[in-house]
């Protein structure tokens, strides 16, 4: 990997200069939690010493990105200050919107890559483009023919999965359910029933202070032998993972889930 302090690539005989590597590199999922891990315990050390070589930045947000690498400098030294650094944040409008397929063009965001510098995707928690905005990042870095290496890290959606006890081989990430509660109930349904029909495993994830509300909905929405997982504050001192079926979470006295990021996942 070449340091970013240091020029860009060497030219090739065309002139133009080679583009740098898009690394993705990915957060702890303790992101708005009152309690930090050490940022070892979430990322293997060949990860922090990637992003620790970084001075380009592509994130969802600049104030995040900056209180991640600090916490990567104390274990594995910035090569680069980070009031040096260039970091550039990706538009609100598609955080809102999504930026896969909707018509956003992210080359402006890789100039630095362009110039043959290695750039660092960074989201707020887990894997960029995962859940998360980045892949119109990645899309662009591909199509300019960069290199593009996922560095090692927490994926809540797989972790959830791999805890959860249902169907691996075969499972669909739908993000969030409606808000109303007539579409929630009806999204609901509806992927149920492509969890009974295919075996599909069906993940969805809502904002911790929904939290109760989507298991509220699942738990009355959902068919009594299809089966509930909750993986709630993944990797974090306060993690619970509970997977029965709709049956028995109905029988249980409380259902109490609190404000930390969850995932659910459902089907046979």
């Not at 702890?28 to 060949?46: H, N, R």
Request: neutral net charge.
């Amino acid at each position: 990997m070449s340091e970013s302090s240091t020029p860009a690539h060497t030219l090739p005989p065309d002139g133009h200069p080679r583009p740098g590597t898009l690394y993705l590199v990915p957060a702890p999922l303790d992101f708005g939690c009152e309690t930090q891990v050490p940022v070892e315990d979430s990322l293997p050390a060949a990860t922090l010493r990637a992003a620790a070589s970084l001075g380009h930045w592509v994130c969802e947000n600049a104030k995040s990105a900056r209180a991640l690498l600090k916490r990567i400098d104390s274990v594995a030294p910035l090569t680069v200050p980070i009031q040096q650094m260039s970091i550039r944040e990706l538009p609100r409008e598609v955080h809102k919107k999504g930026d896969h397929g909707g018509g956003f063009d992210a080359r402006g965001l890789l100039v630095d890559l362009q110039a043959g510098h290695d750039v660092g995707l960074l989201s707020e928690a887990g894997m960029p483009a995962v859940a998360d905005p980045g892949s119109s990042v990645v899309r662009a870095a591909h199509d300019l023919g960069a290199p593009v290496v996922p560095l090692v890290g927490p994926v809540s959606l797989l972790l959830a999965l791999a805890a959860s006890g249902l169907g691996g081989q075969d499972f669909a990430f739908t993000g969030y359910l409606p808000q109303d509660a007539e579409a929630r109930r009806q999204r609901i349904r509806d992927l149920e029933g492509l969890a009974l029909k295919r075996g599909q495993t069906q993940i969805v994830i809502e904002t911790p202070y929904r939290n109760e509300a989507v298991l509220q909905a699942l738990v009355q929405t959902l068919q009594p032998n299809t089966r509930l997982a909750v993986a709630s504050g993944l990797t974090l001192p306060q993690t619970q993972i509970s997977s029965r079926s709709v049956k028995a979470w109905r029988a249980l006295p409380e259902r109490a889930l609190g404000k930390l990021p969850a995932v659910f996942a459902f089907g046979r």
